[in-house]
């Protein structure tokens, strides 16, 4: 591992990620001035967990010690781009941010967002079904020699530094915003069995770049490289590690959520039934037979 001088003193400037947060931060302050307006004051803990937590931990990934090194070892990159797609979004997520873009719209632009979050695109990737897919696509190029152009080309680094944790985001809304995602208990049961094979799934990619004795990418060396740099196959292996790793790790805070999502779900439904009068549920007990005949 590098000394912890070069850990701490290693920063770059990263226009992508710096435009893509100035724009987060900017617009979460306009949410939050604008919900002021209306009248709904907005948590402090929130806010300084968007911008703290959120937004802290994406410009260190990006601009710090990951972002610098990551096009030259494969170890950094891997930890760059799964903590992008796990870590930042749950960390942002902590703000709320659908809910304060409801508080702050006006009804044009609730309707707009509500269209947006009904798509099929968002339905997609909202769920856990289509999630596994998206993150086994993405992981799996690192078995490629794509991996050395993901970690080198600047329009690509771009696209990730941008692209990754909206996709995280669109992962880890429906968990923390689950107001804006309901889904019935027996949906939530199918996700919930379906996140298991999701643990297999995410570590397949970081199993296969773990015991793999060739490099996959193809590229041997790096430019003026660092005492403290991994050969090409030590670096491959390490990535596969710690991509196995984070993947495992992380899906179990996810299954939490998860359970507590279900079970305020069946609590919801149970009151929804519990309110019906008895004509009510008679009639919808009748529509449920004759649905079976």
């Not at 769920?127 to 190029?141: I, K």
Request: one cysteine or more; hydrophobic letters at 50%.
């Amino acid at each position: 591992m590098p000394p912890l001088e070069i850990l701490v003193s290693s920063w770059q400037f990263d226009w992508a990620a710096v435009a893509f947060a100035a724009a987060a931060g900017i617009l979460y302050g306009w949410g939050i001035r604008s919900a002021a307006r209306r009248g709904q004051g907005w948590p402090v803990w929130r806010a300084v967990a968007f911008y703290v937590l959120g937004l802290g931990s994406f410009i260190v990934l990006t601009c710090g010690f990951t972002g610098v090194y990551g096009a030259q070892q494969r170890w950094a990159f891997t930890i760059k781009i799964s903590l992008l797609l796990f870590v930042v979004p749950l960390l942002i997520g902590l703000g709320k941010p659908l809910t304060l873009a409801r508080a702050a719209l006006p009804a044009k632009g609730t309707t707009a967002l509500d269209k947006v979050l009904s798509s099929r695109p968002v339905r997609f990737v909202s769920n856990s079904f289509g999630a596994p897919l998206l993150g086994l696509t993405l992981f799996s190029t690192f078995l490629t020699p794509a991996f050395f152009t993901l970690r080198t080309d600047p329009a690509a680094g771009a696209l990730l530094t941008v692209g990754v944790p909206l996709l995280g985001m669109l992962m880890a809304l429906p968990i923390i915003e689950e107001s804006d995602f309901q889904r019935s208990s027996a949906y939530l049961t199918l996700e919930f069995m379906f996140v298991f094979i999701e643990l297999l799934i995410d570590a397949v990619p970081g199993i296969l770049l773990s015991l793999n004795g060739q490099v996959l990418d193809h590229v041997m060396s790096v430019p003026n490289p660092q005492w403290w740099f991994r050969d090409a196959l030590q670096d491959q292996q390490f990535a596969g590690n710690l991509l196995w790793f984070i993947c495992e790790v992380l899906d179990l805070p996810l299954i939490i959520l998860m359970f507590i999502r279900f079970s305020r779900s069946d609590k919801r439904e149970a009151g929804a039934f519990d309110e019906l009068t008895d004509e009510q549920f008679d009639e919808l007990q009748n529509q449920h037979l004759r649905g079976r005949q």
